[in-house]
């Protein structure tokens, strides 16, 4: 075919946290249907292994202090990929638009004149809590969550997070990307208000296979990182709802 004159569309296709029963039937089809596909360091194994087996295959993933690949020459890749092939997918940990930059991907593509299309995923916010045992709201414990990411990027919109004012204001608190400020996260949400008392939940690689939990309280859990050894990535899960864990988390099959 040729393609001189046409432009392929892109994809921002949610991979889920990690299990691939949890990803969206339209994003399977995409990846096994796929010329070129574009991925996070985040997206499991086992989603990658539905990738079309003739399609090109980029690592673009970012973790902190590793980042293989900035996020203008992410952007300048999908630009360039678009005018070589028909189907595009930039596949992202999670949801594209829950903290996974998606929406300035979007932005700039169509700034460009390249089609593009966004598959929502399952975030891990949401599905990680879940697989320990944690609802995040509860008729009896809380009726309200907040979802706040724990890693600020340079150049953001509006000052740092007011961690005191959604201590006040929020029964749960779901951290994503929290566990390198956790000290100073747990410093702000008590002078906001929440005892150190308060039970917090560390969810490491939520739903995959090798997924583990960290419990403790506000005032124990740096220590206890320590201790352990605990590392990201992982989601925290601050309020009286993660006391439910020893309830209704199922063993490990």
Request: negative net charge; hydrophobic residues 45%; charged residues 20%.
């Amino acid at each position: 075919m040729n393609r001189k004159n046409c432009v392929g569309k892109v994809y921002l296709v949610g991979a889920g946290p990690g299990d691939p029963g949890l990803m969206t039937i339209k994003g399977k089809v995409l990846l096994e249907c796929a010329d070129v596909v574009i991925y996070d360091a985040l997206v499991s194994p086992a989603i990658l292994a539905v990738i079309n087996p003739q399609a090109e295959k980029i690592d673009a993933g970012k973790r902190m202090g590793r980042h293989s690949k900035l996020q203008e020459e992410t952007t300048q890749l999908l630009i360039e990929k678009a005018q070589e092939h028909a189907v595009i997918v930039r596949l992202k940990g999670g949801d594209p638009f829950v903290f996974g930059r998606g929406g300035e991907e979007m932005a700039d593509l169509i700034q460009a004149g390249v089609p593009v299309e966004v598959v929502p995923g399952v975030t891990s916010g949401i599905a990680a809590p879940a697989y320990a045992g944690i609802p995040l709201t509860h008729r009896l414990y809380s009726s309200s969550v907040t979802f706040v990411t724990g890693h600020e990027g340079a150049g953001k919109y509006r000052p740092a997070i007011n961690w005191q004012a959604i201590a006040q204001g929020s029964e749960t608190i779901v951290i994503y990307m929290g566990i390198h400020n956790i000290a100073h996260i747990v410093e702000q949400l008590h002078l906001g208000g929440l005892s150190l008392d308060t039970p917090i939940a560390l969810v490491r690689w939520g739903t995959r296979p090798e997924q583990e939990e960290l419990l403790a309280t506000l005032g124990t859990i740096v220590s206890r990182i320590a201790e352990t050894g605990f590392e990201a990535p992982a989601i925290a899960v601050i309020g009286a709802v993660v006391n439910l864990h020893q309830v209704l988390s199922q063993p490990k099959s």
